[in-house]
């Protein structure tokens, strides 16, 4: 259950100052359970591992009614490791989202601050991407270190952004639907004297969406400047879904491309996610990832399924696998695994819980 605080908010000052009511709602996801990885570095290992299914988030969101349908909202959300109680390595308060902006069911959104490309906006919530909501072991990585990404743990992690990552120092405006259609443009300033262009960012997005269909393409690129050399990493990707009932349907393919070292990486995915009951739901996807030949043209194949046990509308229960496959000669490396395998082959299981409040 949501926390909702109401509170007073000055809109003028002098002898008759103006109130008007606003609200903050605190909310937020938490994920823990077990995990056997097959090998990692040549050993098996039994751990407990938390933030795969959901991130640990706690979220605090507000919004204050204007006036002609306008509200002013805010969203600020921090990550954390349960099994710690730290901040996730690399984070710090708040810095998973940050950001207020002006919000218009006739006009669109427009927001300020850190925030998640259109990579993650219209792809993965779009509902194209079925391995998402299997959890961050099915999100994308593979045997593709020499990828290197700037600051990212494998070099490979997440590497076309499907698990939410944001950009900072950034202006999105997301436009209301029309027809089925909507777009969305992000800019993200570099804030580096003298250069506009260095470090900046921009991302875009085209969605359409009729009944139980939809379909979502975007594009993300991110700069970044080390020892005087600037650098870009580039996203594109496409996607569309369709419900069938109790059963949607999706396909997505996105690809990744380091202008520092001329590294690329494409992918296909099928997937799909089957409600059985009001309890019960599974999810399956299957994807191929390839490498262009600086990276050695090492390609992996990776299936993986979960199922899930809601206990009730916060809580639910879920067990999940992922299985991936790379060349001979390759160390495969599931997402959210760290240490490679030895081998071409990788595999985990896990049994875990999930609940929001």
């Known amino acids: 259950m949501v926390r909702k605080l109401i509170f007073p908010v000055i809109l003028g000052a002098a002898t008759a100052p103006c109130w008007a009511q606003g609200s903050v709602t605190l909310s937020g ?21 938390d933030g795969i299914v959901v991130p640990n988030l706690l979220m605090f969101t507000g919004k204050e009614d204007l006036g002609d349908g ?14 710690t109680g730290e901040f996730i390595p690399g984070q710090s308060l708040f810095s998973r989202t940050a950001y207020l902006g002006l919000d218009n069911p006739q006009y669109g959104r427009l927001t300020f601050g850190n925030q998640y490309d259109f990579m993650f906006d219209s792809l993965v919530i779009g509902f194209n991407d079925a391995a998402y909501y299997a959890g961050l072991y099915a999100t994308r990585n593979g045997p593709f270190d020499k990828l290197a990404l700037p600051n990212n743990p494998t070099g490979a992690f997440d590497w076309d ?6 950009l900072p120092n950034t202006v999105k405006y997301q ?20 250069s506009i262009g260095t470090g900046n960012a921009s991302s875009f997005a085209l969605n359409y969406v009729n009944g139980g269909f939809g379909a979502n393409a975007a594009y993300t690129l991110a700069k970044t400047a080390a020892e005087g050399v600037q650098a870009s990493v580039r996203n594109w990707g496409v996607g569309a879904h369709y419900n069938f009932g109790p059963v949607t349907g999706s396909a997505l393919f996105t690809t990744v491309h380091n202008s520092a070292n001329g590294g690329g990486i494409w992918q296909g995915e099928l997937g799909g996610t089957w409600k059985i009951n009001n309890s019960l739901t599974f999810t399956a996807a299957y994807s191929y990832m390839k490498g262009n030949d600086v990276l050695d043209n090492n390609h992996a194949n990776q299936i ?11 809580t639910s229960v879920y067990a999940q696998a992922v299985y991936q496959r790379a060349n001979e000669g390759a160390n495969a490396q599931i ?13 985990i299981t896990r049994v875990g819980m999930t609940t929001l409040f």
């Open 304 to 314: 993986s399924g979960m199922l899930q046990y809601v206990l009730s509308i916060r």
């Open 175 to 194: 436009s209301p639907v029309l027809g089925g259609f909507s777009a969305g443009a992000m800019y993200g300033f570099g804030n580096v004297p003298g």
């Open 335 to 347: 997402n959210g695994v760290f240490v490679p395998s030895s081998s071409a082959s990788q595999f």
């Open 29 to 49: 996801l938490i994920d823990g359970g077990v995990s056997y990885v097959s090998n990692q570095a040549g050993g098996r290992s039994l751990k407990f591992d």
């Open 70 to 83: 306008t509200s002013a909202v805010f969203d600020l959300k921090t990550q954390f490791d349960i099994g």
């Open 161 to 166: 952004r499907a698990a939410g990552l944001a």
